[in-house]
């Protein structure tokens, strides 16, 4: 039997679809709301309906944006010969915590995976090409989960930009081994980032 009224039973699972979230924490958000004043649960209930109609990935290195090009992209003060290739946007949010990294970044959206069904093609890879043909004496930095998948991403990346002129280096291996790079503390992603080898 349902305790709580549809509503809050519906708030309730979808708090329980958000990473880390569990039964007693969605209760607790939901109730939450019930708490708010009128003019704060509009304003929380447009943010959450702009995610759709706002939020989209940057038209140059694929990073979540809610303009055309994104502010890291645009800011002229970041070395534009140093791209930092990630799987996600939520790995940029990371670098950027450490306040160390002023070169720019390159979104992939996923990584190379046959099993799944994750194919080259499947990916932003073709930008990242183009980027780098418009460059010269640039650095790529391949900052992808230490795993089979991520591997066989790093492999392909260095063979498919290997007639470029450019270096290609990977994070450090101070990475715990299938670890996800935004659940790392800031100081192990500022080494790996610092100690960063280059691509065999």
Same mark, same amino acid.
């Given at each position: ?8 039973? +519906?708030?309730?699972?979808?708090? %329980? %679809? ?5 039964? +007693? ?7 939450? @709301?019930?708490?708010?004043? %009128? ?18 990935? =940057?038209?140059? =290195? ?5 303009? /055309?090009?994104? /502010? ?9 010969? #140093? ?13 950027? /915590? ?36 418009? @460059? ?6 391949? &900052? ?10 790093? @492999? ?27 659940? @790392? ?5 500022? +080494? &790996? #980032?610092?100690? +960063?080898?280059?691509?065999?």
């Amino acid at each position: 039997m349902n305790i709580y009224p549809e509503l809050l039973e +519906r708030l309730i699972e979808y708090f %329980k %679809k958000l990473p880390g979230i569990g039964e +007693r924490t969605a209760e607790r958000y939901a109730l939450s @709301l019930i708490k708010l004043d %009128k003019e704060e649960l509009k304003d929380f209930a447009h943010s959450i309906d702009e995610i759709e109609t706002t939020l989209r990935n =940057c038209d140059v =290195c694929g990073h979540l944006t809610d303009q /055309k090009i994104c /502010k890291i992209c645009e800011d002229s003060a970041r070395n534009q010969k #140093l791209i930092c290739v990630v799987e996600d946007y939520k790995s940029i949010f990371m670098f950027e /915590k450490t306040g160390k990294f002023n070169g720019v970044y390159h979104v992939l959206g996923g990584l190379i995976s046959p099993i799944d069904g994750i194919n080259p093609d499947d990916l932003n890879i073709s930008k990242l090409i183009t980027r780098c043909k418009d @460059l010269k004496k640039a650095e790529v930095i391949i &900052a992808l989960r230490p795993t089979i998948e991520g591997d066989t991403t790093t @492999l392909y990346l260095k063979k498919i930009l290997s007639n470029e002129n450019i270096t290609i280096t990977r994070l450090s291996y101070g990475i715990p081994m299938g670890a996800e790079l935004d659940y @790392l503390d800031i100081l192990t992603l500022e +080494r &790996a #980032l610092y100690d +960063r080898k280059e691509v065999a």
